[in-house]
């Protein structure tokens, strides 16, 4: 075997080796080894590599967190003062030399180092990449055969904006567009469909031939790289093998460009009868409350409860193992450098997994040190890595603390990485962003007291409640959740069939979950548009909403109004009682509405003022109903709201 000369590089290469001591520094590894030529590869944009890599709807980022993940970080002490190349790596640039001089060439080339990994074989990345469920011998032969291109080629796809599309398309995601339809002459994008709370856009598109022949529509989510990519790995783990036949699935894999932090998913859309593509958002001004309920349980729970609700078995948690991810993250630290062998200094808070933390009771300026936690997000240009229990995957990550203020170019983090210890001062807490989402509300009532008072109502303040209800054990259900179960998720199909977009947070969870957060949604979008904003009006509708919840007739405000929310929530009740594990008890569902409520609370930018004050109320109605339910005498107070909708529906 040839040895290679680090005189006999490419441009391109060379770039690959300065990524690589990189890598090797930010990992602590202080040697050169397969990993981070492979990383060099992946991090020079426009390659033969990334360009694979994108075909196989794979994310340069998701590739190298597994990387790291595989390898794990080294020690801050070095042992040696330079970078030596391993054994192996010794062995890669030397048949990567041997594939230059059968081109006739003395340069090492990009081509020459990815074969040489490949071939070799035994390697990290190479094992990665079989782990990801990559086709290794035809990865390989297209590696052999792929022409460089560095820049976009063939036919520019015209992006046509419909009329009728309200909004505008930045410039990624025109990018993304492109990318994703490129062959095609033209597409056109009919509408954006009603969006929950996700940073993502969903959009209705139609690829057209340059013939004008129009393809299927189909429907298009453009979002951070990440969640995209993660999103198609729950699809496939919770989604693919259950749906129904007829249903929107996903097709291909994501498309994620190399020069891009963003990526997209296309699904298939089927249209209404009338040839048409909505979500369940679009038709709630069109149906009555009855004429929900009743779809909602004909349509979308028996059409997926048989294969995700009902198959559901007993769950025993306490309540923030599955919904403390919904809350501002407990704790942001400013990051303090600390070399490893430094004694831990006097006074600081050590917060480690095992019993959960107190993290409500770590003021203000505390040193902090966090050890053992998972990297669940990273964002490198603010200098910021959220931390968490849970590997936020296969379980909801708890715990969550931020920390801001890193130097990425002196040290890295990817996700899934397990910190072994990182130290920061408390900057804000969790309570002060929930507080500071209260107060933007502009309450004429004292939040420093145990409750609040609504109408004639004395309601327990949900900030003084959340940290009581997280700690709560919880007898309930464990099902394939959607995860985000609201009306812009839920597209209508043929015949008013029920169709499900958009599994970033699908997995197996509380039952529950989906349809305390479907309920608030619906309460939040139907009987907020058009009340007034200020607090009276708020507190009319929420009357009706008291009232429904207890069983109770309201002779005051509008009756065909009250009469709505009354069949709505006895329509979702219906729903609820078959899930939850107990039928005369409702307290895991009152703890799911609860923090659904708190976490609207917060969405100052997505969510009318009427809206988050209307949440903010119903969460402290969702704290009494759960109290008056763990009454050692208590009955359900629900019962007769669910009753007296059956029988003015004139459902059995």
């Known amino acids: 075997m040839?040895?290679?000369?680090?005189?006999?590089?490419?441009d391109f290469v060379r770039d690959v080796m300065i990524v690589a001591r990189q890598e090797a520094h930010r990992m602590r590894h202080y040697?050169?080894?397969?990993?981070?030529?492979?990383?060099?590869l992946l991090e020079i944009k426009g390659g033969i590599t990334t360009s694979l890599l994108a075909d196989e709807g794979l994310l340069i980022e998701y590739v190298i967190d597994a990387i790291r993940r595989r390898t794990g970080k080294g020690s801050r002490?070095?042992?040696?003062?330079?970078?030596?190349?391993?054994?192996?790596?010794?062995?890669?640039?030397?048949?990567?030399?041997?594939?230059?001089?059968?081109?006739?060439?003395?340069?090492?080339?990009?081509?020459?180092?990815l074969m040489a990994i490949l071939e070799e074989n035994d390697n990290i990345p190479v094992r990665v990449l079989n782990a990801l469920g990559i086709n290794m011998p035809v990865f390989r032969e297209n590696a052999r055969t792929r022409q460089v291109k560095r820049s976009v080629t063939g036919t520019f796809t015209k992006i046509d904006i419909a009329a009728t599309f309200e909004g505008d398309l930045d410039h990624d995601q025109m990018f993304i567009l492109r990318r994703m339809f490129h062959g095609y002459s033209e597409v056109r994008i009919e509408a954006r469909l009603t969006r929950g709370f996700s940073s993502a856009v969903v959009l209705i598109a139609t690829p057209i031939h340059a013939d004008q022949r129009a393809d299927a529509s189909v429907v298009v989510k453009i979002g951070p790289s990440d969640a995209i990519q993660e999103e198609a790995i729950r699809y496939d783990r919770y989604v693919k093998n259950t749906l129904p036949p007829l249903t929107a699935r996903l097709e291909d894999r994501p498309i994620a460009p190399d020069n891009s932090n963003y990526a997209a998913l296309k699904y298939t859309l089927l249209t209404d009868t009338q040839g048409q593509a909505m979500d369940l958002g679009m038709m709630l001004n069109d149906w009555t409350a009855l004429e929900l309920g009743k779809w909602l349980y004909d349509q979308l729970y028996r059409t997926f409860g048989d294969r995700w609700w009902k198959q559901s078995r007993k769950y025993v948690f306490e309540a923030w193992k599955e919904y403390e991810w919904l809350l501002p993250p407990a704790l942001t630290l400013q990051y303090i450098d600390t070399p490893d062998n430094t004694p831990v200094p006097p006074g600081t808070t050590i917060i480690k997994p095992g019993k959960r933390p107190k993290l409500d009771e770590v003021e203000y300026g505390a040193i902090v040190q966090v050890a053992n936690y998972i990297v669940q997000k990273v964002d490198p240009d603010k200098g910021t890595i959220w931390l968490a229990l849970g590997d936020g995957m296969n379980t909801p990550r708890a715990s969550e603390i931020e920390v801001t203020n890193i130097d990425f170019s002196q040290d890295t983090y990817f996700r899934g990485e397990a910190v072994e210890k990182i130290y920061g001062r408390v900057w804000r807490t969790r309570h002060e962003r929930l507080l500071d989402a209260v107060r933007a509300l502009q309450p004429d009532f004292d939040l420093k007291g145990e409750f609040i008072s609504v109408n004639q109502h004395r309601l327990p303040n949900p900030l003084r409640s959340y940290m009581i209800m997280l700690e709560h054990p919880v007898e309930g259900m464990l099902s394939v959740i959607h995860g985000d179960l609201h009306p812009g998720n839920i597209l209508i199909g043929p015949n008013h069939s029920a169709l499900l977009i958009d599994f970033a947070h699908t997995r197996n969870g509380h039952t529950l979950f989906d349809w305390a957060n479907l309920e608030v949604s619906l309460l939040a979008e139907i009987f907020t548009?058009?009340?007034?904003?200020?607090?009276?009006?708020?507190?009319?509708?929420?009357?009706?909403i008291y009232a429904a919840y207890r069983g109770q007739t309201v002779h005051e405000g509008d009756p065909i109004e009250a009469l709505a929310i009354q069949q709505l929530v006895g329509s979702l009740r219906r729903i609820v009682r078959e899930c939850v594990s107990s039928p005369n008890k409702l307290t895991e569902f009152y703890i799911g509405v609860f923090f659904c409520s708190m976490r609207a609370v917060t969405w100052e930018n997505t969510l009318s003022l009427a809206g988050r004050r209307l949440l903010f109320l119903l969460a402290a109605l969702a704290v009494e109903q759960f109290r008056d339910e763990m009454k050692p005498d208590s009955k359900d107070k629900s019962s007769n709201a669910t009753a007296t909708d059956q029988t003015r529906s004139g459902e059995a």
């Open 529 to 544: 548009k058009n009340i007034r904003p200020d607090w009276s009006g708020v507190r009319e509708v929420f009357e009706h």
């Open 31 to 40: 040697f050169i080894g397969v990993e981070h030529l492979f990383i060099g």
């Open 77 to 113: 002490d070095r042992i040696w003062p330079d970078l030596p190349d391993t054994p192996r790596a010794k062995i890669i640039m030397g048949i990567a030399q041997e594939l230059a001089f059968e081109e006739g060439r003395k340069n090492i080339q990009e081509r020459d180092l």
């Open 2 to 10: 040839s040895d290679f000369s680090r005189d006999n590089l490419s």
